[in-house]
């Protein structure tokens, strides 16, 4: 937690006072992050492969054989906010890892300003705050026993798909190099990610937009059975472009450069 | 470079006892005195000789803080080796020691070589612990110990070295099946029994890896 901490009394200038009541509003977000039973933790790792399996199988299909499925490499990425891959070295630049956290409590600020429909009567919006309060409300569980989540919340959902931005920059070079286990766990672990912050940041924002807006999320909670099973590359290029367009021939009024995610960002070539 | 085998070892123990420091030290020789907390693993190698082979060390360095033990713990599988640390002025850090063996011998192989390190050797004036109730614990569950000390690097080589040894004369005696990787030792490229029989692109390259 003190990755969490110095943060705030570099942006406080030394404040403790200060550095702590914002320090305590960071935990209400993420205090279940350290929960014992790591239930919350293990939740969103797994939903990130899955998150991989459905945008990038051929690299899913890497990390299983590759006894990396559980994407144990992302675990210090999620815990300290990316706040080590975006620092360089010993200095105490913080700059680049706040500009992350910024990103961050924006996705999170959204969860308060989320229009919604005019037309939606009061039941659906009893409903919908139920829904909330079941997911997200960081008072929920504060005195019985951690249940396993059955849903990302949307702070945990930019998490996930800041992570697949980092992952899909990468891919490429441990498939090419044909890493280990091992190998995919130190090279996800060592990675300094400060030259890459906007791209990488462009690149969340837009997987992140695709979640929320085009039916993304959807796909991580329907059984994985479902699924069409890729066999080759090309099955994968063709999924993939697939799976992008029909989203976007679904997609409702979003502002998106949808474009900018076909060309560059979703499929590669 | 190539290497006769290669070992995998884990670091456990307490948070603070000085895990990081003893991987640091043993890999690149120096001590730093503030580092930041390991969360998740972190990696180490180092090549050895013993009996004249080369020996690659692969060491994760796991995180002591109990809130991240049921995602450390799954590190410990196909370990050949763990150092199980424990610091010398910190009478709890030694108190903790059974529960660290239990899942570590829950976690990993029986074969598992374990060695107990009294960490902090330097602080004497600080001691809490003993070194006579180290080498009795040790003693009561078949350890082999050692008191080391990562600032003045007294004992470090011996420590990681001296599993190392352990690892190999078990190897010598059968009682690892080198072949299974479960066990955490890998049989470099060129060592490999069955090469001979493969192309030149078979096994042995991924057999070699070239990890940390």
Same mark, same amino acid.
């Given at each position: 937690? @003190?990755?969490?901490?110095?943060?705030?009394?570099?942006?406080?200038?030394?404040?403790?006072?200060?550095?702590?009541?914002?320090?305590?509003?960071?935990?209400?977000?993420?205090?279940?992050?350290?929960?014992? @039973?790591?239930?919350?933790?293990?939740?969103?790792?797994?939903?990130?492969?899955?998150?991989?399996?459905?945008?990038?199988?051929?690299?899913?299909?890497?990390?299983?054989?590759?006894?990396?499925?559980?994407?144990?490499?992302?675990?210090?990425?999620?815990?300290?906010?990316?706040?080590?891959?975006?620092?360089?070295?010993?200095?105490?630049?913080?700059?680049?890892?706040?500009?992350?956290?910024?990103?961050?409590?924006?996705?999170?600020?959204?969860?308060?300003?989320?229009?919604?429909?005019?037309?939606?009567?009061?039941?659906?919006?009893?409903?919908? *705050?139920?829904?909330?309060? *079941?997911?997200?409300?960081?008072?929920?569980?504060?005195?019985?026993?951690?249940?396993?989540?059955?849903?990302?919340?949307?702070?945990?959902?930019?998490?996930? @798909?800041?992570?697949?931005?980092?992952?899909?920059?990468?891919?490429?070079?441990?498939?090419?190099?044909?890493?280990?286990?091992?190998?995919?766990?130190?090279?996800?672990?060592?990675?300094?990610?400060?030259?890459?912050?906007?791209?990488?940041?462009?690149?969340?924002?837009?997987?992140?937009?695709?979640?929320?807006?085009?039916?993304?999320?959807?796909?991580?909670?329907?059984?994985?059975?479902?699924?069409?099973?890729?066999?080759?590359?090309?099955?994968?290029?063709?999924? *993939?472009?697939?799976?992008?367009?029909?989203?976007?021939?679904?997609?409702?009024?979003? @502002?998106?450069?949808?474009?900018?995610?076909?060309?560059?960002?979703?499929?590669?070539? | 470079?190539?290497?006769?085998?290669?070992?995998?070892?884990?670091?456990?123990?307490?948070?603070?006892?000085?895990?990081?420091?003893?991987?640091?030290?043993?890999?690149?020789?120096?001590?730093?005195?503030?580092?930041?907390?390991?969360?998740?693993?972190?990696?180490?190698?180092?090549?050895?000789?013993?009996?004249?082979?080369?020996?690659?060390?692969?060491?994760?360095?796991?995180?002591?803080?109990?809130?991240?033990?049921?995602?450390?713990?799954?590190?410990?599988?196909?370990?050949?080796?763990?150092?199980?640390?424990?610091?010398?002025?910190?009478?709890?850090?030694?108190?903790?020691?059974?529960?660290?063996?239990?899942?570590?011998?829950?976690?990993?192989?029986?074969?598992?070589?374990?060695?107990?390190?009294?960490?902090?050797?330097?602080?004497?004036?600080?001691?809490?612990?003993?070194?006579?109730? =180290?080498?009795?614990?040790?003693?009561?569950? =078949?350890?082999?110990?050692?008191?080391?000390?990562?600032?003045?690097?007294?004992?470090?080589?011996?420590?990681?070295?001296?599993?190392?040894?352990?690892?190999?004369?078990?190897?010598?005696?059968?009682?690892?099946?080198?072949?299974?990787?479960?066990?955490?030792?890998?049989?470099?490229?060129?060592?490999?029994?069955?090469?001979?029989?493969?192309?030149?692109?078979?096994?042995?390259?991924?057999?070699?890896? =070239?990890?940390?």
């Amino acid at each position: 937690m @003190s990755d969490l901490a110095t943060p705030l009394l570099y942006i406080w200038d030394g404040d403790t006072m200060k550095a702590f009541w914002t320090f305590v509003q960071i935990m209400k977000l993420l205090k279940k992050n350290f929960e014992m @039973s790591q239930n919350t933790i293990s939740f969103q790792l797994q939903m990130l492969y899955k998150l991989i399996q459905i945008t990038d199988s051929k690299f899913a299909e890497y990390l299983k054989e590759n006894d990396s499925h559980n994407c144990y490499f992302a675990f210090r990425w999620i815990i300290c906010l990316f706040k080590r891959e975006f620092m360089k070295g010993k200095t105490d630049d913080y700059d680049d890892c706040l500009t992350v956290w910024e990103s961050v409590w924006c996705i999170n600020s959204f969860d308060n300003i989320e229009p919604e429909s005019e037309t939606a009567t009061t039941n659906e919006r009893v409903r919908k *705050n139920i829904e909330k309060s *079941n997911c997200s409300s960081p008072n929920h569980e504060e005195y019985g026993r951690p249940s396993t989540p059955k849903k990302l919340s949307n702070v945990e959902l930019y998490l996930l @798909s800041l992570s697949l931005a980092i992952i899909r920059k990468e891919r490429d070079l441990i498939l090419s190099k044909k890493f280990d286990a091992c190998e995919i766990l130190k090279h996800f672990n060592t990675l300094h990610l400060k030259e890459n912050l906007n791209e990488l940041l462009l690149n969340a924002s837009q997987i992140w937009h695709w979640l929320k807006f085009d039916g993304g999320e959807e796909k991580l909670y329907t059984d994985e059975s479902e699924k069409k099973s890729i066999t080759t590359e090309e099955d994968f290029e063709i999924l *993939n472009n697939d799976c992008i367009k029909s989203d976007i021939s679904t997609s409702r009024d979003v @502002s998106f450069e949808w474009s900018d995610v076909c060309s560059s960002n979703f499929v590669f070539n | 470079m190539s290497y006769a085998y290669l070992f995998k070892y884990i670091i456990i123990g307490d948070t603070g006892v000085g895990k990081s420091c003893l991987l640091l030290q043993f890999t690149d020789k120096r001590f730093q005195p503030v580092h930041d907390l390991t969360i998740g693993v972190e990696f180490g190698a180092r090549m050895i000789t013993i009996d004249g082979k080369q020996i690659k060390l692969q060491i994760w360095d796991t995180a002591g803080q109990e809130a991240f033990r049921s995602i450390t713990r799954s590190y410990y599988r196909g370990a050949a080796g763990a150092l199980l640390v424990y610091d010398i002025t910190r009478r709890d850090t030694f108190n903790h020691l059974t529960t660290w063996l239990e899942d570590a011998r829950q976690h990993s192989n029986s074969n598992m070589v374990i060695m107990l390190i009294g960490n902090k050797s330097d602080l004497e004036s600080r001691r809490e612990v003993k070194k006579e109730e =180290g080498e009795a614990f040790a003693r009561e569950h =078949g350890l082999i110990f050692m008191e080391t000390s990562a600032k003045t690097a007294a004992n470090v080589e011996e420590a990681f070295i001296n599993t190392a040894k352990e690892i190999y004369e078990k190897i010598q005696e059968g009682v690892f099946d080198i072949n299974n990787e479960a066990n955490g030792i890998k049989i470099g490229p060129q060592h490999s029994p069955t090469n001979t029989s493969l192309p030149l692109s078979g096994s042995g390259s991924s057999q070699g890896g =070239g990890c940390c």
